[in-house]
């Protein structure tokens, strides 16, 4: 449950931090005062996403912590230890939101994402907000509430993972079918390109090396000449040669190196040098037999290459990459050549894959209907003590035909109330006046929960368009629910605050430049403050007062009516 929550920062306020207990909770106030504002923060420290606007002004951050006790909740503690984010019993949820709209959450103190903060949000919290009875004529959200009172959420998720699968699979046929119009259009464009290909034979590094032969052919006669220059210079000139000049030069140290030994460093370096000269010389005769002056030669390079740039243009890759073009050619050949085998397994594993779905979605629809009775007996009973006696709740749960199938499964589901006896029910949405919906929302709301292991319910001014003996009866019945679970409630109506366990005033306070909301849990004497300025508004008189105590005194024996009871 939820043991704590602190907000700074948010909105007009400050700084707030509030202790919650087991058993239902109310939280009143005057308008404006920022009751909703808390269930907000609640639902923006269990991962909801925020708008602008969001810090307080002139405040760089809003920041937002609850603390849970999980002793109850071994599902959420398992799924923490999967995520190594383990703490005990106890969990503590964090959100910081910057005043440019970026945000971090951590749990237990570790930084995780938003997605994991709230798949651990809906585990430990249900929010239910005062504007839901606008969305109940939806047939999504009843569908979802169906689904969430009969527990059936897993095995929607496996049919939505089958119908997944199925459709994938279907598709792929398609495709597959749609192709064999011009499959053997397409199989004579791949096998020309593949014999192409082949025929080219294109081998590594083939291209530069024909490049590099393309220059060489190109400029033969003027590596002739050059070389036959540098040999004539340092080795064949008869008159003056670089081999020469260095056989004098060795001769004459030679001589002198008798009357200095410092020039014999300087020989043996001339030395060597006539040696470099003389290999240099042999590796340019040598050269100089390889350079072919062939012009056919010449020419087939050229075609050479102008052939392997023609096939590469064509299939717009550089040379280099025809090779991998080759490859996935003679793939995509050998996939058409094969498509009536390919086709048959994608038929069979379609049609394996749509069974799987319609197993599925038949066990989806069967445990649907069950629920569907159990539903619509416990909101029919709760009906009458909502201020609707004789009134009928049915939910209309129909296969739908074949070829209409959806993700969700094969079920067309439709939420009917008759309000009054003697009346068929209809269609929710078409009969409800704006009074009953609110209470037809609430009574939904709490028969779902039923079927929820979540331990904390919060609802938000889900009493709106009540009042009466209806919202005392209202009240009672969320008090019931506080028996198994914790119960925080917005509540602007009196019959329903003076029934609950803990009750906690939200006020704004003022000091002419700047606006903040506080938070004050309430004692005896306070709680009927409380009551009589619900029931009187500006002007509280003794009597008022009185009321407020009769009211409260009546609740808390009826809450102690019910623990005996128990």
């Known amino acids: 449950m939820l043991t704590s929550l602190q907000i700074r920062n948010f909105a007009i306020i400050d700084q707030v931090e509030v202790d919650f207990d087991e058993g239902m909770t109310v939280l009143t106030g005057e308008t404006g005062a920022g009751k909703s504002i808390l269930v907000d923060a609640l639902g923006l420290v269990l991962g909801e996403r925020g708008g602008n606007g969001l810090v307080r002004v002139n405040a760089k951050r809003a920041e937002f912590s609850a603390e849970f006790n999980l002793a109850d909740l071994p599902e959420a503690r398992k799924w923490l230890d999967e995520q190594t984010l383990d703490q005990d019993d106890e969990c503590v949820l964090r959100r910081v939101i910057n005043a440019d709209g970026r945000s971090r959450a951590f749990i237990n103190g570790n930084a995780v994402s938003l997605q994991t903060l709230k798949k651990l949000g809906e585990q430990l919290l249900d929010i239910h907000g005062q504007h839901f009875h606008q969305s109940l004529g939806r047939y999504d959200i009843q569908r979802d509430l169906l689904d969430h009172f009969g527990d059936l959420v897993n095995l929607r998720k496996a049919t939505e993972f089958a119908y997944g699968d199925w459709q994938s699979l279907a598709i792929e046929l398609h495709n597959l079918e749609a192709a064999d119009a011009d499959r053997a259009s397409r199989i004579d464009l791949l096998e020309f390109q593949l014999g192409e290909l082949e025929a080219l034979d294109l081998q590594p590094n083939e291209t530069d090396s024909l490049q590099s032969e393309r220059q060489r052919l190109q400029n033969c006669g003027r590596l002739a000449d050059g070389v036959s220059g540098i040999l004539q210079n340092i080795y064949d000139s008869d008159t003056a040669n670089v081999q020469g000049f260095l056989a004098d030069a060795c001769h004459t140290l030679e001589h002198l190196s008798t009357f200095d030994p410092q020039l014999e460093p300087v020989l043996a370096m001339l030395q060597e040098a006539g040696i470099q000269v003389s290999e240099a010389t042999e590796t340019l005769r040598r050269y100089a037999d390889t350079i072919d ?274």
């Open 293 to 566: 002056m062939d012009p056919a030669r010449r020419d087939w390079v050229e075609e050479r290459l102008n052939a392997i740039q023609t096939v590469a243009r064509k299939h717009r890759v550089e040379a280099d990459e025809l090779p991998k073009v080759q490859t996935r050619v003679r793939g995509q050949l050998s996939e058409l050549q094969h498509a009536e085998e390919r086709g048959a397994e994608l038929t069979e594993k379609t049609r394996k894959a749509a069974g799987s779905y319609r197993k599925n979605a038949r066990r989806l629809s069967s445990a649907r209907k069950d629920s569907a009775i159990r539903f619509s007996a416990a909101v029919t009973e709760t009906m009458a003590s909502l201020g609707m006696p004789g009134g009928i709740f049915d939910i209309s749960v129909v296969e739908c035909s074949e070829g209409n199938e959806k993700s969700h499964g094969i079920d067309n589901i439709e939420f009917l109330i008759s309000a009054n006896p003697g009346q068929p029910p209809m269609p929710l949405a078409k009969v409800a006046s704006g009074g009953e919906l609110s209470r037809m929302s609430l009574a939904i709301q709490v028969i779902a929960s039923d079927g929820s292991t979540i331990a904390t319910m919060v609802f938000d001014e889900v009493d709106s368009g009540i009042g009466g003996a209806v919202a005392e009866m209202v009240g009672r019945r969320l008090n019931q629910v506080g028996e198994n679970r914790q119960v925080l409630c917005v509540t602007h109506l009196p019959q329903v605050a003076s029934v609950a366990d803990h009750h906690y005033r939200i006020h704004k306070m003022t000091d002419g430049k700047s606006t903040r909301t506080g938070i004050a849990r309430l004692g005896n004497d306070e709680r009927i403050e409380e009551l009589a300025r619900m029931l009187g508004g500006v002007a509280i008189t003794k009597k008022t007062r009185e009321h407020a105590a009769e009211m409260l005194a009546s609740g808390s024996r009826g809450d102690d009516n019910r623990k005996e009871t128990a």
